[in-house]
């Protein structure tokens, strides 16, 4: 059986109702949601784990946490792709979390790292791009000034800033990057 494909959407919805009959003890179902999304879910762990023998066993874990969770999946909330893919990321998150710190066996490598601090012509270059940023920020309309200085320079997502003020989320997303590509013209010229 192929790996889903997530722009075919009657495999998608295949693989929903796969995973509703996993939740009724259903072997075969299991199976097939193994076969349609293991590629995947594997992919996800090594990306974020970066050894593959971790990985692997982060993905036994997924489908041993699958087999017994899967009566909490609900396909009105998440797809099952998206919850499967969700599972694989928080148990590889939990898997980093755990693992002890990787030690540095020859401390000797600290003195050929660079100290961070920019050399003069570098401070010079940063503090140039800086006012010009600065000064291409100053010509946008203050909402969108706001919106992207709090996203971008005080780390806030887009969904906090809809809150925040109280507009639709694709308002916000669309006045950020009209702003960006106001930022864009202003810092080429």
Request: proline content about 4%.
């Amino acid at each position: 059986m192929p790996e889903l494909d997530a722009s075919d959407t009657a495999a998608a919805a295949r693989l929903n109702g796969l995973l509703v009959q996993v939740a009724s003890g259903d072997r075969h179902a299991f199976e097939q949601v193994y076969q349609l999304a293991s590629g995947r879910l594997f992919a996800i762990c090594l990306q974020l784990l970066r050894d593959r023998n971790d990985a692997e066993d982060v993905l036994q874990d997924v489908f041993s946490s699958v087999w017994n969770k899967a009566g909490q999946f609900d396909p009105a909330k998440a797809s099952a792709m998206t919850w499967l893919s969700m599972t694989a990321r928080h148990r590889a998150i939990d898997r980093l979390r755990a693992a002890p710190p990787r030690a540095m066996d020859d401390l000797s490598v600290i003195d050929d790292l660079p100290d961070g601090d920019a050399q003069p012509p570098q401070a010079a270059e940063q503090s140039s791009d800086r006012a010009r940023l600065a000064q291409c920020l100053e010509t946008l309309e203050s909402k969108r000034r706001a919106l992207i200085r709090a996203a971008f320079l005080d780390g806030s997502s887009y969904e906090e800033l809809a809150r925040r003020i109280g507009s639709p989320l694709g308002s916000v997303k669309s006045w950020i990057r009209r702003g960006l590509g106001q930022l864009r013209v202003c810092l080429e010229r």
